[in-house]
């Protein structure tokens, strides 16, 4: 079940050898926005407490920390309109605007989070405006994705899986320095000073990373691939007709509907692996399994760490032996294991066998992730592909992520069944096994040179 990169043999006419410098600048501007967008979701969703306190008071805890989850959440359901826009952008304009304007609008969300006055002071602006800062950034990253993966796999016909994993890469470190923010904060500042001003900590060094990102990108050139296909569009329209590139005439998103379909079902296992096992496990080690917070935000370390460190090794090898064949073989293991690591953990609700869980999740979350950009990448044609992926990561992102941490609590209040984790990740790995299959059949019909599937 290799991917058609195995069978690429794509010639990118402005494609010149990079340099390792070169693809240092490459890898590290296409990420570093991915890597900004987890971290203050993640730190957002690490002091959901604090925040609901500061900005959703009630009566109820419960009710205003899931208020709080649902602001986050609601945040998701922007997603799908930055995606379009900003990745029909960056199919026109190219992937290196599309990049620029969506951090510039990252800062935007990130900056009023920082700033942003409790209720106590400004009273029902404070979680207007803290709403308005999440779909700011909803916005801003439903293009990110798209146009950041394909600004990276449009520098190579044969390394995508390497360079598109740096996607997930870079939110394993996002993970790891969100994650230790939550646990320094936690151990080392007084409860009075957490509340009232240590939570906006993180989210002022994200302010001060994002003008690095966006001076990067600006200075970038474009990709090797796009330039061809707008160069064939241009002697395309001079000659009055439909240019053909890439062995299919300029595509048409309309005609991508099934591609579209099974890009979002494989983000299903990718996206539950982040909001749950990742981002919620803080919030349920500490009000479910009752353990120190400082201690649980520590072991996410690892789960980051896991992530960081596999993601490129599994981009690599799955531009030797295959995207599917890693992909798919995770999602098995994820269904098989997920249901007796989480009935283990309840029966032995110990640090211990919490860093075992999510050590084990770290690596499942690499080798799935690492892989699926460029496989990704490779469903849709270069012309859409920006589009394809933007709208495909978002709305899978939407359906199964944004909300998940709110479905997953609301769950176990109503029932009291501590392993609700465990069923939406199983249910998400079985999905997006049926999707990697169906992909996998489809695979038989590519184009011959640039190895994109056949739209249906």
């Known amino acids: ?26 890898v590290f501007s296409s990420s570093i926005g991915n890597a ?72 935007v969300g990130t900056f009023t989070m920082a700033v942003m006055p409790p209720f106590s002071t400004i009273g029902l602006a404070a979680p207007l405006l803290v709403l308005f800062a999440r779909l700011v950034q909803g916005f801003a990253v439903g293009g990110e994705f798209g146009s950041a993966t394909a600004f990276m796999v449009e520098h190579s016909a044969t390394r995508r899986g390497y360079y598109a994993s740096w996607q997930f890469a870079s939110q394993g470190l996002a993970a790891i ?85 099974l890009a979002i079902g494989i983000v299903a296992q990718s996206t539950v692996g982040v909001y749950v096992l990742q981002l919620y496990m803080p919030l349920y080690a500490v009000k479910q399994l009752h353990m120190a917070a400082a201690a649980s935000f ?3 370390v690892l789960n980051g760490g896991m992530q960081f460190i ?17 992909m798919l073989s995770t999602s098995i ?21 919490l860093l075992v869980l999510q050590g084990v999740a770290g690596i499942f979350k690499a080798s799935y992730s ?34 998940a941490p709110t479905i997953v609590e609301t769950f176990i209040h109503l029932t009291g069944d501590k ?8 249910l998400a790995a079985v999905l997006s096994g049926v999707s990697l299959i169906l992909v996998a059949l489809r695979m038989r019909r590519v184009r011959p040179l640039s190895g994109e599937i056949q739209p249906a």
């Open 370 to 403: 690492g892989p699926m950009p460029a496989l990704m990448s490779e469903i849709f044609p270069t012309q859409v592909r920006s589009t394809g992926l933007s709208i495909g990561y978002s709305i899978g992102v939407t359906i199964f992520g944004g909300f």
């Open 333 to 353: 293991l994820m269904g098989l294991l997920i249901y007796p690591m989480f009935a283990w953990l309840q029966t032995h609700p110990t640090i211990g066998w």
């Open 1 to 26: 079940m290799n991917t058609p990169a195995s069978h690429s043999t794509t010639a990118f006419p402005h494609a010149a050898p990079l340099s390792k410098a070169m693809v240092r600048r490459i």
């Open 36 to 107: 900004l967008e987890w971290f203050d979701f993640l730190v957002y969703g690490y002091f959901a407490t604090i925040i609901a306190k500061q900005f959703f008071p009630m009566q109820d805890e419960w009710l205003s920390t899931l208020l709080a989850i649902a602001t986050f959440g609601i945040s998701f359901l922007m997603r799908p309109l930055g995606a379009i826009v900003l990745g029909v952008y960056g199919d026109r304009k190219g992937r290196k605007a599309a990049l620029t304007l969506a951090i510039a609008l990252m800062m």
């Open 177 to 261: 320095t969100a994650a230790a923010f939550g646990s320094l904060l936690t151990a080392w500042l007084p409860a009075e000073h957490l509340n009232s001003w240590g939570w906006r900590v993180p989210f002022v060094f994200g302010l001060l990373v994002g003008p690095v990102g966006y001076y990067i990108r600006s200075h970038l050139d474009e990709t090797p691939e796009f330039l061809a296909l707008r160069e064939a569009r241009e002697a395309g329209e001079a000659a009055g007709e439909r240019k053909v590139v890439n062995g299919s005439k300029d595509a048409s998103f309309a005609n991508q509907w099934v591609n579209l379909l």
């Open 310 to 326: 596999f993601s490129p090794i599994m981009g690599a090898l799955s531009d030797r032996i295959g995207r599917i064949r890693i």
């Open 419 to 426: 392993l609700a984790p465990s069923y939406y990740v199983l």
């Open 298 to 300: 520590g072991v996410v």
